[in-house]
């Protein structure tokens, strides 16, 4: 991990961009002093459930990689009810409530699971499941 850490921070440096890696995170520091944080995340989770936040009109992270068995958890923090809807019809969590409002799946097979809002079409997120 240290390694791909080192790594990171050389690439990054060598184009103007600082980085680094915290509990599976990447968080990208540009230039100008903006954060993109958790636009990727891996989670193994052991024992636990893979967590998405929808704080507004986002999933964060916005695409999240999981081992296939896991489950990813869905939590609504925003003002709003907000979905989580497969592009290619394989879940739909129907209306997640506003403040707090959870909805769980469990991946049981590898793949790349596009998905979005349907209140909101732009709001788009992708699992990705993978062999542990």
Not at 101 to 128: D, E, L
């Amino acid at each position: 991990m240290r390694l791909l850490t080192v790594a990171f921070l050389l690439l990054f440096s060598a184009i103007g961009i600082g980085a680094f890696v915290q509990e599976r995170t990447l968080a990208v520091f540009t230039n100008t002093g903006s954060v993109n944080a958790n636009l990727f995340k891996t989670s193994r989770c052991f024992g636990g459930d893979a967590p998405v936040t929808i704080p507004s009109a986002s999933y964060s992270p916005q695409t999240i990689t999981v081992d296939v068995g896991c489950y990813v958890k869905w939590t609504n923090t925003s003002n709003t009810a907000h979905t989580s809807t497969s592009d290619t019809g394989v879940w739909d969590s129907g209306d997640i409530p506003k403040q707090g409002g959870t909805y769980q799946r469990q991946f049981s097979s590898t793949g790349t699971f596009p998905y979005h809002c349907n209140r909101h079409p732009a709001q788009t997120g992708t699992v990705i499941v993978v062999n542990p």
